[in-house]
T-cell receptor, first 114, second 115 residues
Framework: KAGVTQTPRYLIKTRGQQVTLSCSPI?????VSWYQQTPGQGLQFLFE???????NKGNFPGRFSGRQFSNSRSEMNVSTLELGDSALYLC?????????????FGEGSWLTVV | AQTVTQSQPEMSVQEAETVTLSCTYD???????LFWYKQPPSRQMILVIR??????QNATENRFSVNFQKAAKSFSLKISDSQLGDAAMYFC????????????FGTGTRLKVLA
């Protein structure tokens, strides 16, 4: 069974631009969540989607948004990029909306903002 | 708000020895889940072990076990017979089973395994 797939793996953007990251969950998984990992702030929860609905959102500005499609694939978008948005963005999927379900992470998308 | 604290930024252990990583958390909720995740240099997070708060029995997965002290809000990870492949960042995580359902991660402990 294929794991969680994130694309692109690496990208470099200029301050002020926007970026879209994609996440394909494990087949059959309907919940997708996103995380930002930086050396300074550690691992922080961005948002979670289940059946195309945002179920939860972390404490990030409105420049960070996401969505989930009917096939459970998810995208996150960051607009008006800032240098501080440089981070590893991790996506994870789980079977359903039971909060005790194990979440499985992808390898992440490395974003560098210059 | 819930918090997760890992007070050991870095730990070292000799191969084949045992090491314990500490994690404390703060919550007013009674129903929640606790997890330990491993992040090797590849950066892909891997679940090591999970604990359901309403279960008093400590979770065990092969060489990995936890010491869950609910009253003390402590959730430590014990790695027995340490192997070189255990070297990684270890994150303790809390997930509420009510309310916000957010995952909250600790700052991580870097484990070095010495040959």
């Amino acid at each position: 069974k294929a794991g969680v797939t994130q694309t692109p793996r690496y990208l470099i953007k200029t301050r002020g631009q926007q970026v879209t990251l994609s996440c394909s969950p494990i087949s059959g998984h309907r919940s997708v969540s996103w995380y930002q990992q930086t050396p300074g702030q550690g691992l922080q929860f961005l948002f979670e989607y289940f059946s195309e609905t945002q179920r939860n959102k972390g404490n990030f500005p409105g420049r960070f948004s996401g969505r989930q499609f009917s096939n459970s694939r998810s995208e996150m978008n960051v607009s008006t990029l800032e240098l501080g948005d440089s981070a590893l963005y991790l996506c994870a999927s789980s079977l359903g909306q039971n909060t005790g379900n194990t979440i499985y992470f992808g390898e992440g998308s490395w974003l560098t903002v210059v | 708000a819930q918090t997760v604290t890992q007070s050991q930024p870095e730990m070292s252990v000799q191969e084949a020895e045992t090491v314990t990583l500490s994690c404390t958390y703060d919550t007013s909720e009674s129903d929640y889940y606790l997890f330990w995740y491993k992040q090797p240099p590849s950066r892909q997070m891997i679940l090591v072990i999970r604990q359901e708060a309403y279960k008093q029995q400590n979770a065990t997965e092969n060489r990995f076990s936890v010491n869950f002290q609910k009253a003390a809000k402590s959730f430590s990870l014990k790695i027995s017979d340490s192997q070189l492949g255990d070297a990684a960042m270890y994150f303790c995580a809390y997930r509420s089973a009510e309310g916000t359902y957010k995952y909250i991660f600790g700052t991580g402990t870097r484990l070095k395994v010495l040959a």
